[in-house]
C-alpha cells in the first residue's frame, strides 16, 4: 500500500490459515492446506472499508495458474456486509499469488507497485464488480 501511494488508515496484516481461507481468499479449507505453503492479509480495521490485498505462497507452482483463477473467481466482493469491493484483480509471480479488491484505482495502483518490485507478473485477471 505504501509503494502504490494508496491512503488506508487503521490497516493491520493477518496471517491467513486454512480455518480462514474461505473469507480472505474463497478457499475451502482443504485446498488451502493442500495447495498453499503460506498466505497474508492486509486489510483495513475500519468499517466501512472495501479494501483488501492478500498474498499467498503456492506449495508447487505449477498450481500458481488454477489457484489464481479459483481465487479470482471465489472470493467474496462483499464481505464487508455494508459494501462491496468495486474491482476485483488477480495477479502471479514465480509461486505467489495476489489478490486486491477494492477500488479499482486502487488495485491498479497495488497492480503497478508489485510488477515494479517483483519485474515479472503472469496474466492478470481483472473485473469489475457489479452489484
Known amino acids: 500500500v505504501k509503494e502504490a501511494k494508496i491512503e488506508r488508515y487503521s490497516l493491520f496484516n493477518a496471517k491467513i490459515t486454512a480455518s480462514s481461507s474461505s473469507t480472505y481468499v474463497g478457499l475451502k479449507q482443504d485446498e488451502y492446506s493442500n495447495l498453499i505453503e503460506k498466505g497474508a492479509a492486509n486489510e483495513s480495521m475500519m468499517m466501512p472499508s472495501n479494501y483488501s490485498f492478500c498474498l499467498l505462497k503456492v506449495k508447487d507452482s505449477k498450481n500458481v495458474a488454477d489457484i489464481k483463477q479459483k481465487v479470482f473467481d471465489n472470493c467474496n466482493t462483499g464481505k464487508w456486509i455494508c459494501m462491496s469491493a468495486e474491482y476485483v484483480l488477480a495477479v502471479d ?31 492478470t485477471l481483472e473485473r469489475s464488480v457489479v452489484e
Open 93 to 123: 509471480s514465480g509461486n505467489y499469488v495476489a489478490l486486491v479488491m477494492g477500488y479499482e484505482d486502487e488495485c491498479k495502483a497495488i497492480y503497478d507497485a508489485l510488477k515494479s518490485k517483483l519485474g515479472t507478473v503472469g496474466e
